[in-house]
């Protein structure tokens, strides 16, 4: 499973999250046929594509103005849980956050509470749309 969470831009605290169980391959961008679609002049109609590859991911730019991780511009890197990409360099952020399949019995009968913070499952059973609108920064 894995767990795509757009985080504020000033605060980097989470505004919306979605989470895939099996799909192999998420596309995110302004496009509507996008998994992840985020409204915004800097995004990519197809930005970026994060692939299963085995038993891991995949982070794979497709957009002109460029994805960022730490500062740095990438073309395609591993995915690491926890790692956080940037869409343009001014652009919106997103963290990653990979479950592996192979969790404790007693994490996996208290199923997505332990993955994602509070705010974030708060969030989730508020909001569950496909499309986000961000503003300028």
Same mark, same amino acid.
């Given at each position: 499973?894995? *767990?795509?969470?757009?985080?504020?831009?000033?605060?980097?605290?989470?505004?919306?999250?979605?989470?895939?169980?099996?799909?192999? +391959?998420?596309?995110?961008?302004?496009?509507?046929?996008? $998994?992840?679609?985020?409204?915004?002049?800097?995004?990519?109609?197809?930005?970026?594509? /994060?692939? &299963?590859? =085995?038993?891991?991911?995949?982070?794979?730019?497709?957009?002109?103005? =460029? *994805?960022?991780?730490?500062?740095?511009?990438?073309? @395609?890197?591993?995915?690491?849980?926890?790692?956080?990409?940037?869409?343009?360099?001014?652009?919106? &952020?997103?963290?990653? +956050? /990979? $479950?592996?399949?192979?969790?404790?019995?007693? %994490?996996?009968?208290? =199923?997505?509470?332990?993955?994602?913070? $509070?705010?974030? @499952?708060?969030?989730?059973? +508020?909001?569950?749309? +496909?499309? *986000?609108? /961000? =503003?300028? %920064?």
């Amino acid at each position: 499973m894995i *767990t795509l969470t757009l985080l504020h831009p000033l605060q980097s605290v989470p505004v919306q999250s979605w989470t895939f169980n099996a799909e192999s +391959k998420i596309r995110i961008g302004r496009s509507t046929n996008n $998994e992840v679609v985020l409204y915004s002049a800097v995004v990519s109609r197809h930005h970026v594509e /994060i692939r &299963k590859v =085995g038993e891991n991911w995949e982070v794979v730019n497709l957009g002109a103005n =460029g *994805t960022y991780i730490d500062g740095e511009r990438i073309s @395609q890197t591993a995915a690491a849980d926890g790692m956080i990409i940037r869409l343009a360099s001014s652009g919106p &952020k997103i963290l990653i +956050k /990979i $479950e592996s399949k192979s969790l404790p019995v007693h %994490q996996q009968s208290i =199923g997505d509470a332990t993955s994602v913070s $509070e705010p974030v @499952q708060m969030f989730r059973r +508020k909001i569950n749309p +496909k499309d *986000t609108l /961000i =503003g300028e %920064q």
